[in-house]
């Protein structure tokens, strides 16, 4: 059973920093590009970041690139994302996700497996 436990969420004031985390088990976990996307309530799910199995390729979209980092611990089993300066619009429920496909990683019709989402609000 594939499991993925999301954690680390909270509210924050503008330019502060969270660092989101992802516990993963029920596949080989190495093996697969993990993502990062987040959602607003009435708007699509954004994507925010991805990485590959071995850790060593990353992708960011527009409006995290500078500010958002992902990184993996496969020994762990968990995907991490530091949010950085965060901003207004960061606000949104952020949910982890496997790519077991290893393609189109900034889409989430190819991912295959969401954990339940941690809420991050960033006031002023």
């Known amino acids: 059973q594939v499991q993925l436990v999301e954690s680390g969420g909270g509210q924050v004031q503008a330019g502060a920093s969270l660092r989101l985390s992802c516990a993963f088990s029920?596949?080989?976990?190495?093996?697969?590009?993990m993502g990062w996307f987040r959602q607003v309530p009435g708007k699509e799910r954004e994507f925010v970041a991805a990485v590959t199995g071995s850790g060593g390729s990353t992708w960011y979209g527009d409006s995290v690139r500078g500010r958002f980092t992902i990184s993996r611990d496969n020994a762990k089993n968990t995907v991490y994302l530091q949010m950085n300066n965060l901003k207004l619009e960061d606000t949104a429920v952020y949910f982890c996700a496997v790519n077991t496909k290893d393609v189109g990683m900034k889409f989430s019709l190819y991912y295959d497996y969401w954990g339940q989402g941690t809420q991050v609000t960033v006031s002023s």
């Open positions: 029920g596949v080989p976990f190495s093996r697969h590009i």
